[in-house]
Structures are given as structure tokens and as C-alpha cells.
């Protein structure tokens, strides 16, 4: 399952709405929300996240951590190594071969190590609608 998924099912069941409902409203098939929920399908496009806040009435802090989520949300990860320090694609391969070992309590670590070493993403700056340069 995906953070995505994951999400979604959440906002679904704690609304009570079945699978078949919300795939009608957002004009997707049932399979495909099954598939998302799952994990069997890559992230979503921006549009049909925009859809689902706008289904479950979510703004924002809560639209925008739905917007990560399926940004996160691929399933089937590739990690380009060429050109980086051997240890570095030997970690790569070491993460892939055991990921599906961790415990809760050893992702949650290592995702607190990346957040403190990852550079801060920068402010997107947008200008007015209609501000003329």
C-alpha cells in the first residue's frame, strides 16, 4: 500500500463511502481506486488528487499533505546510482534487498535521519493573478 492509498482508504471509510460511490464522483472506475488504494497503480495526476479534496472537502494543510502523499506514492521505485560514490549505490541496493525487513520503528528512524540531513525545499513564489511587471 502506498501513503496514498493508504490516505485515501482512510478518508473513505472514516466518511463512510464505498469504493463504488467515490469512483462514480470522481468518473474513474472501482478497479482503479482498488488498484490506487493498494498500491498496484503509480501516483495519481495532480488533477485527480485535486478531485478528492475537493470530494472529502479537504483545504489547506490537509489538501497539501494529500498532494505529497501521492507525490511519495510510487510503488515501484528505481534509484539511478550512476556516477554516485560506491557506497552510495551499495546503500541503494542494501535498502532494496531488505526494505521489506524493517520494522515501523526502523523507517521511522531512518525517515527522521533523511528530514534532518535533506536540504529544505525552497518557496515556491507565485505572483498575482492579474499583477502586471
Request: charged share 20%.
Amino acid at each position: 500500500m502506498t501513503p496514498f492509498g493508504a490516505r485515501l482508504r482512510a478518508l473513505r471509510l472514516a466518511r463512510q463511502v464505498t469504493l463504488a460511490q467515490l469512483a462514480a464522483q470522481l468518473q474513474v472506475s472501482p478497479a482503479y481506486l482498488s488498484a490506487l488504494e493498494h498500491g498496484r497503480r503509480g501516483r495519481p495526476s495532480a488533477g485527480l488528487v485535486h478531485q478528492v479534496c475537493e470530494f472529502f472537502g479537504l483545504i489547506w494543510d490537509d489538501a497539501e499533505e494529500l498532494a505529497q502523499l501521492a507525490k511519495l506514492s510510487h510503488p515501484r521505485v528505481t534509484v539511478n546510482t550512476a556516477g554516485l560514490l560506491p557506497e552510495q549505490t551499495a546503500l541503494a541496493n542494501r535498502l532494496a534487498q531488505t526494505i521489506h525487513t524493517l520494522s515501523p520503528e526502523t523507517i521511522a528512524a531512518m525517515h527522521a535521519l533523511l528530514d534532518a540531513t535533506a536540504p529544505l525545499p525552497k518557496p515556491r513564489l507565485r505572483r498575482r493573478a492579474n499583477s502586471r511587471l
